[in-house]
């Protein structure tokens, strides 16, 4: 059964990933929801995992990098990254970015940093 209390992210303590990096959690059954805010002049973090990803920017703007291919996204953009691709987010400009990222299936692996979860 899906426990159906609301959360509100301004109730939500950030978590601190890596300096210019900092974001919020929330867990569904099926998915994780992610809102990150990214400071102009961190220091870009390649990556990628088994999770198929949808990035939405909320605030500011990034070159979004994936596979090699630069996507510039500004608020209102979405992006679909597939499972397994290698991607990361350079800040454009002096505003932090704001992004909110779904992932499918659930993170696991971000459990720790949860504040809040549906079960």
């Given at each position: 059964m899906v426990n159906l209390e609301p959360v509100k992210w301004e109730e939500m303590e950030w978590e601190i990933v890596r300096p210019g990096v900092m974001r919020k959690v929330f867990h569904a059954k099926g998915c994780t929801v992610v809102l990150n805010a990214?400071?102009?002049?961190?220091q870009p973090k390649p990556h990628s995992h088994p999770y198929?990803?949808?990035v939405s920017i909320l605030q500011g703007e990034?070159?979004?990098t994936v596979d090699s291919k630069v996507f510039k996204l500004?608020?209102?953009?979405l992006l679909a990254i597939p499972p397994d691709v290698e991607h990361f987010?350079?800040?454009v400009g002096r505003e932090p970015?704001?992004?909110?990222?779904?992932?499918?299936?659930?993170?696991?692996?971000y459990?720790?940093?949860?504040?809040?979860?549906?079960?």
């Open positions: 990214v400071e102009p002049g961190n198929e990803q949808i990034g070159d979004f500004t608020a209102g953009s987010i350079k800040v970015c704001m992004n909110l990222d779904i992932f499918v299936p659930r993170r696991e692996d459990i720790q940093s949860r504040k809040k979860e549906q079960r």
